[in-house]
C-alpha cells in the first residue's frame, strides 16, 4: 500500500506538472545560479538557475514514460515470442531462447548503451533500446508457464474441435500466464528508470535541457560539495519512485503467489 501511495503520487505529479510546477523548468536564469533551498525556490536552482523543483515535477513524466512503455514493449514482445516457443517446442523453442540467452548473456545497461550508441541519444531512442534488451526474461517466464498451462484439458478440448493454434495461444495460453507477466511487469518498472537515469547520467539518454532526473544528477555532479541539493534532490526523486515500484511488485507477487497463501 505505502508503494501504490508513491507511485499514485507520482502520477498525479506528472499528471499535474504544469499547474504543480511553480516556474517554467526549462527557464534560465543566470543571476540565480545554485541558489539554495528557499523560501522562493524551495528545492534551490541548479547551475542555469532554473527551479529545481520544477524540473524534478517534470522529470516525473519522462520517468513514468521511460518506465511503462519499453516496460509494456518488452513484455508484449517477451509474451509473443515466450507463448510460441513454448507453444510450438522443438526448433521454434530452440531458436528463440538460445537467442533469449545471447541477449541475457550481455548486461543490460551495456547493451543498452549499443542500441542508443548506434541510433543516436534521444528519448525514442531509449524507447527501443529499452524494450530490445528486456524481452527475454519475459520470454523464459511465459515459456515455462506454457508447458504447463498447454497440457490442461481446456486447451486439449480446444484443439479436439479444431480451433486453430493461433485462437489457443492468445485466447486460452496467455491469459493464464497474466499472473507473473503483470508482476514482471511492475518489476521492470523501476528498472527501466533505473536504467534511463544511468544512461542520461552517462550522456546517451535524455539530452539537455530535457529535464530529465539522471541529466540533472550529471548535470551537477562536478558541484556536489558546493551545492549537494542539485544533485541529491533527484537522486532522491529516484530512490522514491524505484521504492514505489518495487513495493507494488513484492505486493503483487505475494498475493498473486498460491504458495504463500496457503501457507498463511
Known sequence: LAGLALVAFLAVTAALAPVIAPYDPLRV????????????????TDVYGRDLLSRIIFGARISLVIGFVPSILSMAI?????????????????????LAD????F????????????????????????????????????????????ERDFV??????????????FRHIIPNCLAPILVLLTL?????????????????????PTPSWGLMINEA?????SAPWASIL??????????????????????????LKNKL
Open 102 to 105: 545471447v541477449v541475457l548473456a
Open 221 to 225: 555532479q562536478q558541484y556536489l560539495f
Open 156 to 169: 486439449l478440448a480446444a484443439r479436439a474441435v479444431g480451433v486453430s493454434d493461433r485462437r489457443i495461444m
Open 107 to 150: 548486461p543490460s545497461l551495456l547493451l543498452a548503451m549499443v542500441v542508443t550508441y548506434t541510433l543516436g541519444a534521444s528519448l525514442y531512442t531509449l524507447f527501443i533500446a529499452l524494450s530490445v534488451v528486456r524481452w527475454a526474461s519475459a520470454a523464459r517466464v511465459v515459456r515455462s508457464q506454457t508447458l504447463s498451462v498447454k
Open 78 to 98: 517477451g509474451a509473443t515470442l515466450g507463448v510460441l516457443a513454448g507453444y510450438y517446442g522443438r526448433q521454434v523453442d530452440a531458436i528463440i531462447m538460445r
Open 188 to 208: 521492470n518498472i523501476p528498472d527501466a528508470i533505473m536504467a534511463e537515469a544511468g544512461l542520461s547520467f552517462l550522456g546517451v539518454g535524455a539530452q539537455p
Open 234 to 259: 533527484p537522486g532522491v526523486a529516484i530512490l522514491l519512485t524505484v521504492l514505489g515500484f518495487n513495493f507494488v511488485g513484492d505486493g503483487l507477487r505475494d498475493a498473486m503467489d498460491p504458495y
Open 29 to 44: 536564469d543566470l543571476d540565480r545560479q545554485f541558489q539554495p533551498p528557499s523560501a522562493l525556490h524551495l528545492f534551490g
